[in-house]
């Protein structure tokens, strides 16, 4: 029964009381407060009166024929469920067990008799106060219940949304183990790995402040920016500056994303590191069981503009065998019942004590489960075994659109010179162009590897005259890339040339490909058999490059090279 | 008024009821009727539970009539049964009677003073 | 969590001390703290003698300082920092935006 209308108090009244003068009096009493009446003179008639009409608030004579009413307000009181009908009995004062069964019965407050306006006035405008909070309560409650409900909705959206995007790559690779927590997107966690179309692995493991949405929010273009980028073969560097350009403008000031980028290279045995605001990650060398601690010398990304972010990485050789462990912070603030956290220290300890190489991921898992005491939901922890297994042809993924389907008689011809070498890399733009080519497709990561090969040979050793000599060991690799960073920045003169030529070849076609350099060349026979060792960490990967191409010669003076790339008809 | 009717409570029920009191007051001595009824069948039939019951419920009535020796009279009915010592019940509901007797003949000119103080 | 600021005699540096967890409960209170003065300081220091724990919205929180004191040209100073309020703004680096002392 809804309030009458206006509000202005005014209420249905429900009066049980069997004597009828005093039915008469009290009713009379209640009219002239301004409320609606609606009288009964025993229990039945009471709860029929009740369950028709819905009155607000009943008044209830204790002692009645037929049904008494303390029967009466039990099931009034049932029937009104979680809504407050307030029920004021009217009894004496003196019998001290009426008061007792009253209470038991659901009884709310109690009027005497001989009946006094003012006190039934004020008893009536007090229990009317009450039920109007109870029913501000419910309401409420119910409005959180539907809001919470939406939120609750929008959240399992953008999980779908996130996990979409977000996808996890080539993470279920053999030789990567990680721990994600289930809560990922609303801990902002971010663990992402894929292949360049060359074979080296790029892994972004990222922790954005704040939690939920907000966090979420800020996930998603960067994993896009990651997985497109990497799959053109952008290097650690633009990619990381896409990511930072990218969070500076997305996240409010004070948001950011501590964040640790590697890209594993297998083939050329080397690891590079960025890492910018998280906890250190570690490389565990198989050799000598030496940790190199990968330590955060970066801001996160997200803060500086673009002209004062530092994409520079750190270099280290690699062995096959070796271990690359990365972590969240949630690793480390794992806590237990004492509110102690797990840490630095003990996360040492284990590494240090680790006997087990192979073991070591889940030896850590364990320690931080025996310390929390049960599964944490909120770390996330990744490690990569450097294999030696071969990385099979990797397909070129499609992002964005061709548009030239098959390109097969054409040619073109580009000339870097030192301003421009400082600052593009003109791979992922060249292997765009050969990607037009339907016959070059199944190849493409034979193709990128090649003219990366073939560039980095042309850049480092050609144009600034790097002695790749130096990549015997991780002082010297150190030494080598410290080199070529200062040198590419302080770059003036010099160039490479790419010519390519697509020709036709029957019903399929080929693809003439040549890169010159305005360096001093060098002794191309004496090159090809000192490659033959297995062992050297540098060099100028010929012996790769000629097993990758279908033909490849050198100019005698080291300055030039051609390679062939071939395809058949229905290609 | 004297000690059989309460004129500050006549007053009050005056008041509250406008143009309903004398209608207030038949209502009343014509329930008094069925609720001596009551009692006397009670008492017929020895039953305690039923005197002390309907003793109580006629003793509220009295008291917002403002008969406050009638509502005693009823106390008394009403604790008799409680206890389940009916002797003395018989005197007492005749003592009841003869009260009610007398509330019932000052409540009718009471009821007519009203009636000719309003035309 | 207390935050409480003080500016200095000439009004050229607002010195704000934060007592307890520097965490995300504080983030009005901080901002209120360099928000609310009628004085432009040139200078800051947050004087971190006394916080016991910061996290990443304290971090947050700081570059919002930092934004309102005019970005790149802001000078501010973050002393008496304890080791482990240290350790955190050593692994983010925050020496490269802030005098830390």
């Known amino acids: ?571 | 008024m004297s000690e059989h009717l309460d004129s500050a409570i006549l007053s009050s029920l005056q008041e509250i009821m406008g143009e309903e009191y004398p209608v207030l007051l038949d209502t009343f001595l014509a329930d008094s009727e069925e609720r001596v009824r009551l009692l006397r069948e009670a008492l017929g039939q020895s039953d305690a539970q039923a005197l002390r019951q309907a003793a109580h419920s006629f003793k509220g009535s009295c008291s917002n009539m403002g008969a406050p020796l009638l509502a005693g009279l009823c106390r008394l009915l009403e604790e008799a049964g409680r206890r389940g010592q009916l002797d003395g019940c018989e005197a007492q509901l005749e003592h009841l009677e003869r009260e009610l007797a007398i509330v019932r003949i000052m409540f009718r000119s009471e009821r007519q003073r009203f009636v000719i103080g309003r035309s | 969590m207390t935050i409480s600021a003080q500016l200095s005699a000439d009004g050229q540096e607002l010195i704000i001390s934060v007592e307890g967890r520097f965490d995300f409960s504080a983030h009005q209170d901080f901002r209120n703290a360099y928000e609310r003065v009628d004085a432009s300081p040139k200078r800051y220091r947050v004087d971190l003698s006394n916080a016991n724990y910061l996290d990443s919205s304290a971090l947050g929180m700081l570059l919002l300082l930092r934004d309102h004191a005019g970005g790149d040209n802001a000078r501010i100073s973050l002393v008496n920092c304890r080791p482990d309020v240290r350790k955190i703004l050593a692994i983010s680096n925050f020496e490269q935006l802030f005098e830390i002392a």
């Open chain 1, 1 to 571: 029964m809804p309030e009458l209308k206006g509000d202005k108090g005014f209420i249905t009244v429900l009066l049980a009381e069997d004597g009828p003068a005093d039915r008469m009096l009290l009713a009379t009493l209640v009219a002239r407060l301004g409320h609606r009446v609606l009288t009964a003179a025993n229990g039945l008639e009471a709860v029929a009166l009740f369950e028709q009409e819905r009155p607000q608030l009943v008044l209830m004579d204790a002692l009645m024929p037929v049904m008494d009413g303390f029967e009466a307000a039990r099931r009034i009181k049932r029937l009104a469920g979680e809504e407050l009908v307030p029920i004021i009995f009217l009894t004496s004062l003196s019998e001290g067990e009426a008061l007792v069964q009253s209470i038991e019965a659901g009884g709310d407050d109690f009027l005497s008799k001989p009946y006094n306006p003012l006190i039934l006035e004020a008893k009536i405008k007090a229990m009317n106060r009450l039920r109007r909070l109870q029913a501000t309560v419910l309401e409420q409650r119910d409005l959180i219940a539907r809001h919470n409900g939406h939120l609750l909705t929008e959240q399992r959206v953008a999980k779908a949304v996130f996990d979409k995007i977000t996808h996890s790559g080539c993470l279920g690779a053999a030789n990567i183990r990680y721990l994600q927590s289930p809560y990922a997107l609303f801990n902002g966690d971010l663990l992402l790995a894929a292949y360049k179309p060359s074979g080296e692995m790029h892994v972004l493991l990222g922790d954005f402040t704040g939690h939920g949405l907000p966090a979420a929010i800020g996930a998603m273009p960067v994993a896009d920016a990651f997985y497109s980028m990497t799959a053109r073969g952008y290097s650690p560097s633009e990619i990381l500056c896409e990511l930072n350009a990218k969070l500076k403008r997305i996240l409010p000031v004070g948001m950011f994303c501590c964040a640790t980028l590697l890209s594993v290279d297998t083939q050329r045995r080397l690891l590079e590191v960025w890492n910018g605001g998280l906890p250190a990650g570690y490389l565990r060398r198989v050799a000598d069981g030496h940790y190199v601690e990968l330590a955060s010398r970066h801001l996160p990304l997200g803060v500086l503009e673009n002209d004062a972010f530092d994409t520079s990485c750190d270099v280290h050789p690699l062995a096959v065998g070796d271990r690359v462990l990365l972590l969240s912070d949630g690793v480390l603030e794992v806590s237990n019942a004492t509110g102690e956290t797990f840490g630095e220290e003990r996360l040492r300890t284990l590494l240090r004590e680790c006997d087990e190489p192979a073991r070591l991921f889940a030896q850590i898992q364990n320690a931080l489960a025996d310390f929390h005491g049960e599964a944490h939901d909120d770390a996330s922890m990744l490690e990569i075994l450097v294999s030696d297994e071969p990385i099979s042809a990797l397909p070129m993924q499609e992002y964005g659109k061709s548009w030239l389907i098959s390109s097969q008689d054409w040619s073109a011809s580009f000339e870097f010179r030192a301003q421009t070498l400082k600052s593009f890399n003109p791979l992922p733009f060249l292997l765009q162009l050969l990607m037009e080519v339907r016959g070059l497709r199944p190849r493409s990561g034979e193709l990128y590897t090649v003219l990366a090969e073939l560039y980095s040979n042309a850049l480092e050793h050609g144009v600034m005259g790097l002695d790749s000599a130096l990549k015997q060991d991780a002082a010297g690799f150190s030494e080598y890339y410290r080199q070529r960073d200062q040198r590419l920045s302080e770059l003036d003169a010099g160039f490479v040339r790419f010519h390519l030529q697509i020709v036709p070849n029957g019903e399929g076609g080929r693809l003439l490909l040549r890169v010159e350099d305005s360096g001093e060349g060098f002794a191309v026979a004496e090159e090809l058999a000192r490659q033959q060792s297995p062992t050297s960490l540098g060099g100028r990967g010929m012996r790769l490059i000629c097993r990758l191409a279908d033909e490849c010669t050198w100019d005698e003076d080291g300055r030039g090279v051609s390679v062939e790339f071939c395809w058949n008809a229905g290609a």
